[in-house]
């Protein structure tokens, strides 16, 4: 009962995880400009993403600009766009597969089944964990090196915006989620190995061998 309520609460983080997840992948803010300098004093508010740049501006008017060529961006961005699509398909794809093997439900037939299904959907959020860490860290290590660059001029310096701190979170989500599903797939049964197995006696053989005794008294 431990085991099941340990896979529905790392079921949980992973579902958490997933949505944060694609969230992240989707929003504009990734990066959105610092407030130093001259730009304190400004009425517009930029936003750069994985997909598109926006633009906010303090009269409450938005608008926001795909991005179309890919070979135009930086090596980082891409990276960070076939990092965070494949751990939205490998924390769906453990969603699916967890949902089968975990021991609350009904699914997936006996119970090594169950935990083989289990312990795959575990590696899919580890994964994903993974892949979700690398982008988001690579992009922050990217804005700070940018911010503190004294050759940058102070408007086009930038800081990390909510995406990257939703990617970071959710990461760590499906990371947990992953460790828990793996240890939890394969527990040995309580007790197993700490009392020594039953030892079996068979009576009618030491009948027959005291009856043999008796005879060579007889002799």
């Known amino acids: 009962m431990a085991s099941a309520s340990l896979q529905f609460f790392a079921f949980i983080l992973a579902l958490f995880g997933v949505f944060g997840d694609i969230t992240a992948t989707l929003l504009p803010n990734w990066k959105v400009n610092a407030d130093v300098g001259s730009n304190i004093i400004t009425a517009i508010t930029q936003m750069q993403g994985l997909w598109m740049d926006c633009t906010w501006y303090s009269t409450g008017m938005f608008?926001?600009?795909?991005k179309y060529s890919v070979l135009s961006?930086?090596?980082?961005?891409q990276a960070a766009r076939t990092t965070m699509v494949l751990s939205c398909i490998l924390s769906a794809f453990g969603i699916c597969i967890t949902a089968v093997g975990m021991k609350c439900t009904k699914l997936g037939g006996d119970t090594d089944s169950k935990s083989h299904a289990c312990f795959?959907?575990?590696v899919c959020f580890i994964l994903a964990g993974i892949f979700g860490l690398v982008p988001t860290?690579?992009?922050t290590r990217e804005i700070i090196a940018n911010f503190l660059d004294q050759t940058i001029p102070e408007s086009s310096k930038h800081e990390p915006g909510g995406a990257v701190y939703t990617g970071f979170i959710s990461a760590g989500f499906l990371f947990i989620a992953g460790v828990i599903f793996c240890t939890s797939c394969f527990n040995k049964q309580p007790g197993a190995g700490i009392y020594p197995p039953p030892q079996h006696h068979f009576p009618s053989t030491e009948q027959e061998s005291n009856a043999?005794?008796?005879?060579?008294d007889y002799v």
């Open 73 to 77: 961006l930086p090596v980082y961005i």
């Open 120 to 122: 795959a959907g575990g």
């Open 137 to 139: 860290s690579w992009y």
């Open 212 to 216: 043999g005794y008796d005879l060579k």
């Open 63 to 66: 608008s926001c600009t795909l």
